[in-house]
């Protein structure tokens, strides 16, 4: 394709947009003022009947009946829309329609070796009126279904809405995607009919052993095989086969044509399918209806396309992108398709301008593509047409709106995200809006979307579950081969009943733009800190080396229910993974995102697994490093990548060997046996503990190992200034003194009261220190420290604690008022230290209990059967097990496998659980982790009865991750208002 100038002149938009038509078309439903975006969103929601029925209306669509009753429940899972509505998604997309020319081109397909074939509206509407009668000649009639293989050209376009015409369902997948691929989706299907163009892909001669053989062979049902293209005519054993074409142009002249019926709006329309990269795709059937009032609406309101646009989106026929831009005719705009191979970053670019798109659709990949080539479309190319870009299939990153800002245009680059569950998007552009960087621009009208933490409680500015809270019509009607709709329930609602859950993790911005993190499933859980991974994709793009990058979990292989982060690189041509740039992966990594995302282990590999929509494939790679069978290599575009994984890995394996540390330095064996124990081991000449993937929780676990088992205190500061395991061994050898019992966590305000957190199970406070950072308002934040036992060896009860404490804290404090903080065990010492300053006539200002549970000796027998059964639930329940309950078993039938640092907790254990709370009659504020087992409710009973003037907040996470750095932030903001409540 050459580079094409085009005249220079701009597009002329009508002035105002649609959305405002439509606000004012509205205004009548409401006495609410719905200018901001926002308004007309929660509107939109709030009354969402009101909005679906003033959208049908106003669309203007071909439709009858009566819309009276828009939705019949309010559960998402059950609601059914429109039910007293008929229509016919052909005859929407081809009637004619006012102020559009009925003899323009509505219609481009551009084909690879640069023909191409246009239609008017009045042509296409001919050309599916002739298939339409001959596949109804065929068999196919209302409620039958058939299958188009053939690629993105209008072929396919006249197949599908000859199909659609009739009132038939339609699934369409592409020529090159393979038999095993074709059938794990038609099988399901059962068509009676295929339809087909194979696009001169070989194979399909129907020769015994070739992809249509197979197929046919798998699919009894077909009984007729229709080709759409002009190679000679394949050979399909019993079945009938002729050409399309042929068969049109034998119809007798001036015979009359079926009609087009008008089909109740939740009849099958199209079927969908998921990627089936973790078992065999879902087969999803969207109705006619809300198929097509979904798309009219992202079109025309969020898109405002118009018939003076031509809509290019790069798509396949397998992905459901095809059928969206399909759904563009409707509205009276003209699309352009294209069924080459993308040669260069040039080839859309070219594309786009010869055919004067003004709204292109693209990928991230694609702009990354571009970006990495050097390429810039605003030199290439002359654009006058484009107004806008629209990006979906992966997550756009924030450094790509900068690329396309200065190498495309001041055009708005939207990033829409939904899914084929849907046929639509949860959150696309706006033409009222500005672009945020990094962030869809709004949420779908009508869809009452959020965002939920792991309580199921609704969250803002921070990454929590994807769900629509309401009903929405393009909702799966169900899925094939789902009766009872168990599959559709497990699959959407199992979570959140009632409320559809998408997959993914995203944050909610209070002015509404979303950002979309990735797929729920691919989040990491390292070391208790959740990370997506397009945060380590983004990093990772400021290494030129690296072309590609996948991020997934890992069963630890010595570790019993640990796991570890494995990355995967594909290098640029020339480019080498060795020591030096292992080790700028890692820090860089480290600096910019943080320890938790720093991989134990990276490996070098030729490409990694993709999907038929090119998306990579996470569960495949997932699934094969940790030594699974991958659930369907046929969903894989290139299922020989996974033989290249296991080769890197195993590779690995071999190159791991570390050459064991001086046996007779026994300090130095000792910290490396801890590190080892933590899966952090130094490889190729990488030995800084957080660069190997050490995260700051292993850090505080190794030093208090250390503290236990070599009898050293090394200060975090000692530790920080040289990661490293002789770094650490130099630190034991010099040794640190007697440790200081009171620890400044962070500076606060000089003048200001202090807040003192009191320590641990294991008397140390570092645990603290995340948390002190994000507490505002106060003094110095402190950690009061404290040995454990006594000289003989035996352990401190909370009393006593409380007592040591509390003396430190007034030495510390002098006459400022007290403030005590802390957590679980802390906590219980802060109380008795409470209690012990009110007797003495020093009354404790401010009391926060983080998350601390009574202990037994408070608790009557129903409580303690309560709690113990909440105790038990917890090791099992996802979220709230603080370790695997493999490890839990193994130490608790083999006592001798427990390290020093768990044998110093369940001493702790026994001392908390022996205390016996005294009468409390202070203000005291419990922060209460959200996500906990629900028969766990006795806690605040039994805190009640000794504290009768407590104030209950609540904290995100559960019990074990309640001080988690991803929940800190809110957690410090909840107690700095706590403590200036308690201060005014």
């Known amino acids: 394709m050459t580079r094409v100038t085009l005249s220079t002149d701009a597009v002329q938009r009508p002035a105002g947009t649609q959305l405002a038509d439509f606000r004012t078309s509205v205004a009548d439903l409401t006495d609410r003022d719905l200018t901001a975006a926002t308004a007309l969103h929660a509107w939109s929601v709030e009354s969402s009947r009101d909005f679906w029925r003033g959208l049908l209306r106003w669309s203007e669509l071909a439709w009858e009946g009566s819309a009276d009753v828009v939705c019949t429940s309010d559960d998402v899972e059950s609601a059914v829309f429109f039910p007293g509505v008929r229509l016919n998604y052909a005859e929407n ?36 009126a002739g298939a339409a009668a001959v596949l109804a000649a065929s068999g196919l009639a209302a409620g039958g279904r058939a299958v188009v293989v053939a690629p993105n050209n209008g072929n396919a376009v006249v197949a599908a809405l000859a199909t659609a015409a009739l009132g038939a369902a339609v699934a369409s997948a592409m020529p090159d995607m393979g038999p095993a691929a074709l059938l794990g989706r038609f099988t399901q299907v059962e068509p009676t009919l295929l339809l087909l163009d194979r696009g001169g892909r070989p194979g399909w001669a129907g020769d015994a052993g070739d992809v249509l053989h197979e197929l046919l062979a798998e699919l009894p049902s077909v009984g007729t095989v229709l080709v759409l293209d002009d190679e000679p005519l394949p050979s399909a054993g019993s079945r009938s086969v002729s050409r399309l074409a042929d068969r049109v142009a034998a119809l007798p002249a001036g015979a009359p044509r079926p009609e087009w019926p008008r089909q109740p ?24 209806g809300g198929t097509l009032l979904e798309h009219v609406k992202e079109h025309r309101l969020h898109g405002d396309l118009r018939p003076d646009d031509r809509l290019y989106f790069h798509t396949t026929t397998a992905w459901m992108m095809w059928n969206w831009q399909l759904s563009a005719l409707a509205v009276g705009a003209s699309i352009v398709l294209f069924d080459g191979v993308v040669q260069g970053p040039q080839t859309l670019w070219e594309l786009a301008a010869e055919e004067q798109v003004t709204v292109f659709g693209t990928s991230p990949a694609h702009l990354q593509l571009c970006q990495d080539a050097g390429y810039r479309p605003a030199d290439a190319v002359c654009l006058p047409s484009l107004r806008a870009v629209l990006s979906t299939g992966a997550v756009l990153h924030d450094w790509q709106f900068d690329w396309f800002a200065d190498a495309v245009g001041p055009q708005p680059l939207q990033s829409i995200s939904g899914g084929t569950d849907i046929i639509g998007c949860f959150v696309l552009g706006h033409p009222e809006l ?23 409680d609704p969250v803002l500015g921070e990454p929590g579950e994807l769900v629509c809270r309401r009903p929405f019509p393009s909702r799966p009607v169900r899925f094939l081969r789902d009766a009872d709709g168990t599959r559709l329930h497990r699959a959407y609602f199992a979570q959140h009943p009632g409320v559809w859950t998408h997959g993914d993790v995203a944050d909610l911005a209070p002015d509404g733009t979303l950002r979309v993190h990735g797929r729920s499933d691919g989040v990491l859980n390292i070391d208790g800190i959740r990370i997506g991974p397009a945060e380590i994709y983004q990093v990772l793009r400021g290494l030129p080396e690296i072309e590609q990058s996948v991020a997934v979990e890992q069963r630890h292989p010595t570790q019993r229910g640990a796991t570890r982060l494995v990355l995967l690189v594909k290098l640029l041509a020339g480019a ?169 966590l962070a500076p606060g305000d000089p003048t200001g009261v202090p807040l003192f957190f009191v320590h641990d199970a294991w008397g140390d406070v570092e645990v603290y220190r995340p948390l002190a950072e994000q507490v505002t308002g106060t003094g110095p934040v402190h950690g009061v420290r404290a040995d454990l036992l006594h000289a003989d060896g035996t352990t401190k009860s909370v009393h006593e604690l409380a007592v040591e404490a509390l003396a430190v804290v007034r030495t510390t404090a002098q006459d400022a008022p007290l403030h005590l903080a802390g957590f679980s065990f802390g906590g219980l010492v802060a109380f008795e230290m409470a209690r012990l300053s009110a007797a003495e006539g020093r009354p404790v200002e401010f009391l926060g209990l983080l998350d601390t549970l009574p ?130």
Not at 101 to 112: I, R
Request: with cysteine; net charge neutral.
């Open 576 to 744: 080498v993974l060795d020591g030096e740039l292992e080790t700028r992966i890692r820090s860089t990594l480290r600096q910019q995102a943080g320890s938790a995302h720093v991989p134990a282990l990276v490996l070098a590999v030729p490409e990694v697994p993709l999907t038929h929509s090119g998306k990579t494939s996470e569960s495949a790679v997932r699934d094969t490093v940790n030594g699974d069978p991958v659930a369907n290599t046929a969903a894989l575009r290139n299922p020989g990548s996974l033989a290249g994984i296991t080769a890197a890995l195993e590779a690995a394996v071999r190159a791991a060997a570390v050459e064991p540390l001086p046996a007779d330095d026994e300090v130095l064996a000792t910290v490396g046996h801890l590190w080892h124990e933590l899966g952090v081991d130094p490889h190729d000449g990488i030995d800084d503990f957080f660069d190997l993937g050490g995260t700051s929780r292993q850090s505080m676990t190794l030093l208090r190992r250390v503290q236990l088992e070599l009898g050293a205190d090394v200060p975090v500061e000692q530790f920080l200034a040289d990661p490293t395991i002789p770094g650490v061994a130099a630190a034991v050898r010099r040794g640190s003194g007697q440790r200081s019992t009171v620890v400044q």
């Open 855 to 984: 202990p037994l000796a408070a608790m009557r027998p129903v409580e303690k059967m309560a709690h113990q059964l909440a105790g038990q639930l917890s090791a099992v329940v996802p979220g709230l097990a603080d370790r695997p309950l493999r490890e839990v078993l193994q130490q608790r039938f083999r006592p001798d496998s427990k390290p020093a640092d768990r044998q110093v907790l369940d001493r702790s254990g026994a001392v908390f659980a022996e205390h016996r709370l005294a009468p409390y009659a202070g203000p005291v504020t419990y922060f209460r982790a959200r996500l906990r087992v629900p028969v766990a409710g006795n806690v605040l009973t039994v805190w009640r009865r000794a504290a009768p003037d407590l104030t209950v907040e609540p904290a995100a996470g559960s019990h074990h991750d309640l001080l988690a750095a991803r929940y800190v932030g809110e957690l410090g903001s909840r107690l700095s208002a706590a403590v200036r409540r308690a201060t005014s």
């Open 93 to 128: 997309l081809l009637r004619p329609l006012p102020r559009v020319d009925d003899d323009a081109v509505c219609l481009t397909s551009v084909h690879g070796d640069g023909g191409r074939r246009s239609w008017t509206r009045r042509r296409l509407r001919d050309d599916v």
């Open 265 to 288: 709006f939740n009849d099958p329309l199209f079927v969908m399918f998921s990627s089936g990269t973790t078992g065999p795709p879902k087969a999803m059937v969207h109705g006619i």
């Open 434 to 456: 500005p672009v945020v960087r990094g962030r869809s621009q709004s949420l779908g009208l009508g869809l009452d979307v959020a965002v939920l933490d792991d309580a199921g």
